[in-house]
């Protein structure tokens, strides 16, 4: 039996005025995710325990059916297994944005104007963060370069007694009260201001209209997990699809085949053909498990883009449901899906949360009293089901 999950990530949200009161699941049109709803296990779950924070690393664990009480080490580790960097156990790691910063005041008084400085380009940020590296790398700690804005700080030998604060959680506020205590990072922060502000990428970004990426933003603390693979725990072999080291990172430290898609960005213009068609590939080559990772609406919630994060649904409907599902009949094999965000991005508030979330849990070979409600909030939660750890749904959509 193939098993898939598609992860919309941050899908879940609230009601929003612009919508007429709708929530972006209630207004995007979605008929695929629709059906599955209508004749699968709809309800609610909980990805995030108590006392954890609510991010994608914490959630995606959970859904991948990792408990995060037992095995989040922090976010940062994880990215560091996706980008192929080696970690001690005496090492530390930080997830390091690459910002956007109010340009007029002080370092400690300016305004967080984008965590993801307009989604910059790889090639772009590669060349910032060398620059970070070439200036202020030393034997203790040194940078390393990902996907577009994410990238990692590694500081050796150093304890984990960090409290950082996420820069997505503080768009268009002032930085004063969420800049790092430990005065090492601080300063590497401020130092970095000085080299990027005129870096010649960033003059030419100006020159384009797009927000200069003028400072690095270091977060995401962690050390070196220790997951155990996907097979020992489920006995299940697969592969993962996505555009984000995050969660290239779970795969690769599960054991799972990671699918790189030419033109995967993470973001409303990414190449959504492209991942389905990696998802098909693999399970016509194989692979009884498919994590496909969509990361366009947590994207379009950060930055309150409403028009965006309906058409991510949208496009996720289209061009990613749809042609697995069809791919999927066409073989007259049974298969499970699991369908879900991870956590909600609200549009209000521009960052996560851990309430919980609707899944849709479908099965080819089960026949029944279906639930006939399309795919919503309100709609799952009308059913009464509900599952308090999110790490229990994936033995539910691998039992056969």
């Given at each position: 039996m193939k098993s898939i999950v598609i992860l919309l990530d941050g899908a879940a949200d609230t009601p929003v005025a612009e919508l007429g009161g709708k929530t972006p699941l209630e207004a995007a049109k979605k008929p695929n995710i629709d059906s599955l709803a209508a004749s699968g296990e709809m309800g609610m779950v909980t990805t995030v325990p108590e006392g954890l924070p609510p991010g994608?690393?914490?959630?995606?664990?959970?859904?991948?059916?990792?408990?995060?009480?037992?095995?989040?080490?922090?976010?940062?580790?994880?990215?560091?297994?996706?980008?192929?960097?080696?970690?001690?156990?005496?090492?530390?790691?930080?997830?390091?944005?690459?910002?956007?910063?109010?340009e007029d005041e002080p370092y400690e008084q300016k305004t967080m104007v984008d965590y993801s400085s307009d989604e910059i380009t790889t090639e772009e940020s590669s060349q910032l963060i060398k620059a970070v590296n070439d200036a202020l790398a030393t034997p203790e700690y040194e940078f390393f370069s990902g996907i577009s804005y994410r990238h990692l700080l590694v500081w050796h030998n150093k304890e984990n007694n960090f409290s950082l604060t996420p820069p997505h959680d503080i768009s268009d506020r002032k930085v004063t009260e969420y800049l790092p205590k430990d005065p090492v990072l601080l300063d590497l922060m401020k130092k970095s201001y000085e080299i990027l502000k005129d870096h010649p990428v960033n003059l030419e970004r100006k020159k384009r209209g797009l927000n200069p990426a003028n400072s690095i933003w270091i977060w995401g603390n962690g050390t070196k997990p220790n997951l155990a693979t996907f097979d020992e725990l489920y006995g299940v072999s697969g592969s993962v699809v996505s555009a984000v080291d995050l969660i290239k990172g779970i795969g690769k430290g599960a054991g799972l085949n990671i699918v790189d898609v030419i033109g995967a960005t993470g973001n409303v213009h990414t190449?959504?053909?492209?991942?389905?068609?990696?998802?098909?590939?693999?399970?016509?080559n194989g692979a009884d498990f498919v994590y496909v990772h969509l990361e366009a609406p947590d994207e379009a919630g950060h930055r309150h883009e409403i028009e965006n994060k309906v058409k991510a649904i949208e496009l996720i409907d289209e061009k990613i449901v749809a042609p697995i599902l069809d791919h999927l009949r066409s073989t007259g094999e049974a298969f499970s899906m699991l369908l879900m965000p991870d956590h909600p991005t609200p549009l209000a508030i521009r960052t996560h949360t851990s309430d919980p979330v609707p899944y849709i849990l479908y099965k080819s070979s089960e026949c029944g009293q279906k639930s006939g409600l399309s795919y919503t909030e309100a709609n799952a939660l009308s059913t009464g089901i509900v599952t308090e750890n999110g790490y229990m749904l994936m033995e539910k959509l691998l039992k056969k």
């Open positions: 994608s690393d914490v959630a995606n664990l959970a859904v991948f059916g990792y408990d995060p009480q037992k095995y989040y080490t922090g976010r940062s580790p994880l990215e560091a297994l996706s980008m192929g960097v080696h970690l001690e156990l005496s090492d530390t790691t930080f997830r390091t944005n690459v910002v956007t910063l109010s190449n959504f053909d492209g991942k389905a068609e990696a998802a098909v590939c693999e399970l016509k």
